[in-house]
């Protein structure tokens, strides 16, 4: 009797390999070989070769520099097996493409494959949806996911409100294994058990969504989250939190105040804040949506998140801008560190919860 393996996810192998193809001693009935065929066809259809329309996207981007030195003396170096024009530096020997130092570095997989990923992404589909549909393993999804976060790491650095700005507060629960607790029972309200993020939106559609890395806001937090991304007199509309009083201090902005008293109950349509509220809904939607996220990436989420809401709203054109983001972006991710990095904390996560 053979043993029973441990239970895996169906989506965390190797999509392209079945049950049957293991059994070398044993011939596929034609089921399974519908089945197989069928999957291959499904696969192919998905992760195709590199089209000649990518092959010129990336050997017309201009290289200024060698990624590896920075210096400019290069010159080209023939192609890759695919296309890819290469490049080799005079200075320090070595050899380059367009997409060496970026997210697309040694990619296995066509950018091309990037856009349905993307187009679920900013849908609303959740890391496990877009991996079913991608013919895709979960670990491939969560690897692209945090690529995603490094090229929009500083995507919410130049953002300024203006006009009449609407701020408040949202939070999100810490770990399940962090949760604190006094005589037993978990601490209510804003407590330690919260993370605060710091939410704008002005009249003109600009939005803002920055970690506060705190549970409950104080002077320095709300003033490191808006004080930069705040234009100096403007009118600031908010539920009189204490801490906004530096904002208003500091940028001599009109403060106008609503308090829960003025708000309860009023409807979506006569509520002054609603436009923040918005905000707050929408954002907890879309972190419902992946509900083992990992804490210590949620400013990335908050980064995803604010991508999707600005502009441009059709999702082709975000997807295009997300690209050529990408491909400017210098920064590569390694899928062993993403891994190493996770390993380390669930065991240290682990360690914690038997302690």
């Not at 009083?245 to 008293?261: A, H, P, Q, R, W």
């Not at 502009?311 to 997807?319: A, D, G, M, S, T």
Request: include cysteine.
């Amino acid at each position: 009797m053979k043993n029973k393996s441990k239970h895996h996810s169906p989506w965390g192998t190797s999509l392209r390999i079945l049950p049957w193809d293991k059994q070398e001693d044993e011939e596929p009935t034609l089921t399974e070989k519908l089945i197989s065929s069928t999957v291959t066809e499904w696969y192919e259809a998905k992760h195709r070769e590199p089209s000649e329309e990518e092959i010129s996207l990336i050997n017309s981007i201009e290289i200024t520099e060698c990624p590896a030195c920075g210096k400019t003396s290069f010159v080209k170096f023939g192609f890759s097996h695919g296309g890819i024009q290469q490049y080799k530096c005079k200075e320090c020997n070595v050899r380059f493409t367009a997409l060496t130092n970026t997210i697309f570095q040694d990619r296995k997989i066509p950018i091309s494959e990037w856009i349905e990923y993307l187009m679920h992404l900013f849908e609303f589909h959740s890391i496990a949806t877009s991996a079913r549909d991608n013919r895709n393993a979960s670990s491939t999804g969560t690897y692209w996911l945090h690529k995603v976060f490094t090229v929009l790491e500083d995507i919410q650095k130049d953002v300024v409100l203006e006009g009449n700005v609407y701020i408040d507060e949202m939070f999100f629960p810490v770990i399940k294994n962090k949760t604190v607790l006094k005589d037993g029972k978990k601490l209510r309200g804003i407590s330690r058990n919260k993370i605060c993020v710091g939410c704008g939106y002005d009249d003109k559609g600009h939005v803002l969504l920055i970690v506060e890395n705190t549970s409950k806001p104080s002077d320095r937090s709300t003033w490191n989250a808006y004080g930069t991304h705040i234009k100096p007199e403007s009118t600031l509309h908010h539920d009189g939190e204490k801490s906004h009083g530096i904002l208003i201090s500091n940028l001599n902005l009109t403060s106008i105040v609503y308090t829960s008293e003025e708000t309860k109950g009023l409807k979506d349509e006569d509520n002054p804040l609603d436009p923040i509220n918005d905000l707050h809904g929408l954002a907890k939607r879309f972190m419902r949506e992946h509900g083992g996220y990992d804490r210590s990436n949620l400013q990335g989420w908050m980064n995803l998140i604010w991508f999707i809401l600005s502009e441009p709203y059709n999702r082709f054109e975000k997807i295009r801008n997300f690209i050529e983001i990408a491909i400017s972006t210098h920064k590569v991710v390694k899928y062993r560190d993403v891994f190493r990095k996770k390993g380390r904390r669930n065991r240290k996560n682990h360690h914690a919860s038997a302690n």
